[in-house]
């Protein structure tokens, strides 16, 4: 058999506003579990959907933006400083390729899975996912999916609070609403059906697991349990006050009455698509 470039690799591809860094946050303590510097890599998404992706000049400014910052010597953690400029070093590599990817995790100890959390991982179409399963030990691929029209909303608003936008949301009307909301990088994350019809066409069932934010925040410890049965680890005691936390919450704006409508049969189709892939939806999908 030929040796596999990945030992096991978790993917969260969980569209945004759907509670994916909390996720994160909280699995990022279980000592199974090992995550790199940098929460969403998009690797897959650059090798099979926008080869620009992860560009020189995109890695440049996110090792410049996050990474390569100023720390006061009398305080710093020599360790954790060395360990930041291994990875960026490992980061700002070339070519970006399979072995690329490999390396950013090769500060992983005895953790079992290597993670990565990218949510344009779901874009990647279906015939890639049997090639990215092949050359892993094991692979399993999550999805996570909120109610469509409270996960617009948030993302709409996370957007605009991230661009300087924000007055927007006093000024703008329908029109300027719905034009916004269907641009692709807003609601292609809207299309779940669409998602889980390139997951199950491209990977095996015990390959794949999907759950609800709704689900999630009603049982946190039992749906947390869920997934470390996904990947055959032991279950961890997270700390509540770690439970509780939320992570880029979108600023607070009520969603204006007639932004559910804009959308409405583009959602009922969506629902159906979710359900023909056998999911049941939570009670909560059933408010406008």
């Known amino acids: 058999m030929n040796e596999k470039i990945f030992g096991k690799l978790f993917l969260s591809i969980g569209a945004m506003k759907a509670g994916t860094t909390w996720l994160f946050a909280v699995l990022e303590r279980n000592p199974a579990l090992h995550f790199t510097l940098e929460k969403e890599i998009h690797y897959f998404y650059h090798k099979y959907v926008n080869g620009r992706h992860l560009s020189e000049r995109r890695r440049l400014q996110t090792a410049k933006d996050r990474y390569l910052f100023r720390f006061d010597p009398e305080r710093a953690n020599i360790d954790r400083i060395r360990g930041n400029l291994h990875w960026v070093a490992n980061y700002l590599q ?7 990817y ?3 995790f090769d500060l992983r100890d005895t953790q079992e899975w290597a993670c990565d959390f990218s949510n344009l991982h779901s874009f990647v179409p279906a015939e890639a996912w049997p090639q990215i399963a092949d050359s892993c030990e094991q692979l399993r691929v999550l999805y996570t999916m909120r109610h469509p029209v409270k996960r617009l909303w948030s993302h709409t608003k996370f957007h605009l609070q991230m661009t300087g936008g924000l007055h927007h949301l006093e000024e703008w009307g329908p029109r300027e609403f719905e034009n916004f909301v269907r641009t692709p990088h807003i609601w292609n994350n809207a299309e779940y059906g669409a998602v889980l019809r390139r997951m199950r066409e491209g990977l095996k069932p015990d390959q794949r697991k999907v759950i609800f934010y709704e689900d999630l925040h009603a049982d946190q410890r039992g749906t947390l349990a869920s997934i470390e049965d996904f990947l055959g680890i032991t279950h961890f005691n997270y700390p509540q006050p770690l439970l509780e936390r939320r992570f880029t919450e979108s600023v607070s704006h009520p969603m204006p009455d007639y932004f559910p409508r804009l959308f409405a049969d583009d959602i009922d189709r969506i629902k159906r698509e979710i359900e ?3 999911f049941k939806l ?3 999908w059933q408010e406008p």
């Open 282 to 284: 939570p009670a909560k």
């Open 276 to 278: 023909a892939e056998g």
């Open 102 to 104: 490999r390396n950013l």
């Open 94 to 100: 070339r070519p970006v390729d399979d072995f690329w």
